[in-house]
């Protein structure tokens, strides 16, 4: 769970993790791929509002160079120029097409967790009714 101290969180779902990776990748080819498989080429991080970490690699098993990106839209640049994969939400595969671009399921990759957040000063009105429909989507 992310921490913080001044929003509510509720867990209402989880999304399965997909690899964002130029066209002309030799893993484009593939149905699905593995973290293993991803981490043989470079990989982008967004560390401001991306899901992913090495940390999400078994000890030693983590892609050996990434790349640092400022947004969601430079992430998509670099990976669609082919200097790097990434790996995102399920979410992110659906609302982010590109030219250039594709998405492959990590099969064994963790689900991402998907959380309501609200301010704890002040909770929206009719609370539980909010969550029940997120959780429902």
Sequence with gaps: MPETTSLELVLIGVEKRYCAMSVDDSLATKRTVTLAQVATAPLA?????????LDLW???GHPHHTIPTNDVDDWLTVISSGKARGITAESTAHQYRRQ???YRAVRDGPPVPVYAAWTKKDPPAMLQDIITLLAGL
């Design 100 to 102: 250039g671009l594709t």
């Design 58 to 60: 078994p000890d030693g």
């Design 45 to 53: 991080i967004n560390d401001r509002t991306g899901s992913t970490r």
